[in-house]
């Protein structure tokens, strides 16, 4: 673990081999009482690749904490689920940080916003294919409306098995463990019965079955602590509950 930014709080963890969590506190405020945190997850491999921009006005504490690991220029594919501030709310910054990075999308996301907001060609994922960035793997999923935006899909990254799934399980609190082996599933849905982010629950059951599918072994929170252990039964518990 590396404190990258003693004022802000923001840290990075190396939670499996050659993938990075970057994490940026929100204290405790009145909307939020237990505080929250905005994550990044950097895949560093001959293509390294962002999955999750931030919000602009966090730009310069993610990238002095990618380039605590590598240099940030080198950057080749920034991703993320859906358009929205803290998902891709920083892709010009990053394209202008990192001159040969492409922005890396479903084909509703390059449709709707990155064809028109990235001023660079993106390249477009069909729905299940798969990419080498080097030694490492990743698979696109289509998820529309997962949790919301008809733009929505995940990436996973094959050899670790890890899935980068955004919103599907934010938790609470300004300090989380960057990584945990108990329940998320039970802060999750404390989150979303105090804010509803799920635009239509039982639709979104069988995409999350669908990803539960792909066996991972580590599931990448972009708000809260990830999750290591049985990660297809612990998105099949979510899957469940919303299809209730």
């Given at each position: 673990?590396?404190?990258t930014s ?5 840290r ?51 990238r ?6 590598m240099?940030v220029e080198?950057l080749r594919w920034v991703?993320f689920?859906?358009?929205?501030a ?17 922005p890396?999308c ?14 660079r ?10 990419m080498?960035l ?14 919301h935006?008809?733009d ?7 050899t670790?098995?890890?899935l ?6 934010t ?6 463990a ?11 849905e404390a ?15 069988a995409q999350v ?10 599931l ?9 252990g ?12 919303l299809?209730?």
């Open positions: 673990m590396a404190i003693s004022q802000a709080g923001t990075i963890d190396e939670i499996a081999a050659g993938i990075y969590r970057i994490s940026t506190p929100v204290p405790p405020n009145p909307a939020l009482p237990a505080g929250f945190t905005f994550n990044q997850f950097l895949v560093v491999d001959d293509e390294p690749l962002l999955f999750h921009t931030g919000m602009r006005r966090i730009f310069p504490l993610v002095d904490a990618v380039a605590s690991v240099p080198k991703s689920s859906h358009l929205e803290d998902e891709s709310g920083a892709l010009v910054e990053w394209l202008a940080a990192a001159p040969h990075a492409t890396l479903g084909r509703i996301g390059a449709m709707l916003s990155v064809e028109d907001a990235a001023g060609a993106p390249r477009v994922l069909a729905d299940g294919e798969t080498a080097g030694q490492k793997r990743v698979r696109w999923f289509d998820t529309p409306h997962v949790p935006g008809w929505a899909g995940y990436l996973s990254e094959t670790t098995r890890t980068f799934c955004g919103d599907l399980f938790q609470a609190g300004a300090d989380p960057p990584v945990v082996e108990s329940d998320i599933v039970a802060p999750s989150m979303r019965a105090a804010m509803d982010y799920y635009s239509n629950p039982r639709a979104a059951a079955e669908r990803l539960a599918n792909s066996e991972p072994e580590l990448a929170c972009m708000h809260g602590s990830s999750y290591r049985n990660g297809a039964a612990t998105l099949r518990s979510l899957a469940k509950i299809s209730a």
